[in-house]
């Protein structure tokens, strides 16, 4: 009997549109490994705020980006991320970072440390990992690829909601405008931007529930470690 093969579902998609909780759950049924990639630009805009380094200074940005250390860790219900060895989960996850980090990911010098990172992270499969890039850049040979949409409405609700469970009240006109404008500059830039990739599955989630999504994706991550293992 083969060996089971161990898989990369890789999940693409805009602000909010329900990646990284799904994402994370998919990887528990699973058993692998959930990686936030988004989490560690973040963390890199994080630190250039903290070292008063302006987030468009492609250079000095990267040299922070170099120099950290980014590690994951899990407890049940969320994932921690640790930036030299400081949990900053919750200071990663604020309006100010959504506001000055697309700079930081449009820059070609971080990119360029974080996706070896990423890949690093998933080196030996086992891995469900959200993002922009994830399909198209990351792991161009991932196994399943998954695009996931949702009307912005709906994305800004759960952003509001996401939000307002920490204590913080944000106009939900606001959000939308903040939302569109970070998913242009996505789709915009030239260095990794977010795009479906051509063999991705594209899942709208508006109107979806998070098991509805949960289990659609174990799904078809189980058809393919199947396919791949051929032990069906
Ligand atoms: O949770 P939300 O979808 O709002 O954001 P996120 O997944 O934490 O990503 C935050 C930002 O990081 C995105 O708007 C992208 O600019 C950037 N990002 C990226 O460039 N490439 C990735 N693979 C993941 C995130």
Redesign the pocket.
């Known amino acids: 009997m083969g060996k089971i093969r161990k898989i990369i579902v890789a999940i ?6 329900g ?2 909780t799904t994402a994370r759950e998919v990887a528990k049924k699973l058993g692998y490994t959930y990686i ?7 963390a890199v805009t994080l630190r250039a705020l903290q070292e008063k380094v302006p987030v468009e200074a492609q250079q000095q940005v990267a040299e922070l980006a170099q120099k950290m250390e980014l590690k994951f860790g899990w407890n049940n219900a969320r994932t921690i991320i640790y930036m030299d060895g400081e949990d900053v989960s919750e200071k ?2 604020t309006p100010l970072i ?1 506001q000055k ?2 700079p ?3 820059n070609p010098l971080v ?1 360029r440390i ?1 996706v070896r990172k ?1 890949q690093q992270l998933g080196r030996v499969g086992g891995v469900v990992m ?5 399909g198209t850049v ?1 792991f161009p040979q991932a196994e399943l690829k998954i695009f996931m949409i949702a009307r912005v409405q709906e994305r800004a609700l759960r ?1 509001q909601k996401e939000l307002e469970q920490k204590g913080m009240k944000v106009d939900l006109e606001k959000i939308i405008a903040d ?1 569109e404008y ?2 242009q ?2 789709a915009g ?1 030239s260095h ?1 931007p ?1 795009k479906k990739a051509d063999d991705a599955v594209e899942i709208d989630t508006t109107g979806l529930t998070i098991p509805e999504q949960v289990d659609r994706i174990y799904r078809l991550a189980m058809e393919k470690i199947s396919e791949t293992t051929g032990l069906v």
């Open positions: 693409d998609g805009p602000a909010a549109s990646k990284s936030d990639s988004g989490a560690m630009y973040r990663i996850r959504d980090i697309s930081v990911a449009a990119r974080l990423q959200d993002g922009r890039d994830i990351v952003r939302m970070r998913d500059q996505d830039r990794g977010l």
